[in-house]
């Protein structure tokens, strides 16, 4: 069997619950500045998240042994791959779309622009020859719908709100299949 002889089973399942408990913290902790602003994906989109895991965790226990193991290996690298394809998008949308008002660096300021903006915006930016998007918000006084078109910023909104859940959701998703994994070959 294993260097855990008749706990073999009961030591797999606990490492499996585990890691995936661990996983699933990752919903609830502080935000971040790669993660989206409160104010544009509220807490909800968090536990919405750790909700998806849970489903799916509960499939991958239920399911998972009669897929066996190589099906269950290529879900792993799956979810794995879909897990840093939404981190790379989430890092990427959540630091170049943030901007802040009034104070800048304080993450209770921090917003989600847009990708284009306003024709108003345009023209000043043009005007005053390359003024940044931070300070055409500042200038606007925190008002988003001066700066950016309101499609852009629902674009953004959802690209960062999609790749949070993904990251989050799948990430813990891509904890436990390999948890899974190890159960399986354990008790083989």
């Not at 585990?18 to 994906?41: D, H, T």
């Not at 909104?157 to 070959?185: E, K, P």
């Amino acid at each position: 069997m294993s260097k855990y002889g008749v706990f073999a089973n009961i030591v797999a399942v606990a490492a499996s619950l585990a890691s995936a408990s661990g996983a699933l913290r990752l919903a609830f902790m502080k935000r971040s500045k790669w993660q989206p602003p409160e104010e544009a994906v509220p807490a909800a989109a968090s536990r919405f998240a750790a909700l998806l895991a849970m489903v799916v965790l509960a499939l991958l226990y239920v399911f998972g042994p009669s897929v066996g193991q190589m099906m269950l290996g290529a879900i792993t690298v799956a979810l794995f791959i879909v897990a840093v394809t939404c981190l790379t998008i989430a890092i990427k949308t959540n630091i170049q779309y943030s901007f802040f008002y009034p104070t800048t660096g304080r993450e209770e300021n921090r917003k989600l622009g847009g990708d284009t903006l306003t024709d108003e915006a345009a023209r000043i930016r043009q005007q005053q020859h390359g003024r940044s998007e931070q300070q055409l918000f500042e200038d606007a006084q925190g008002d988003k719908d001066l700066v950016w078109t309101k499609a852009s910023q629902a674009a953004v909104n959802v690209r960062s709100t999609l790749s949070f859940i993904g990251l989050i959701g799948l990430g813990t998703c891509t904890l436990a299949a390999a948890a899974m994994l190890v159960v399986i070959s354990i008790s083989r």
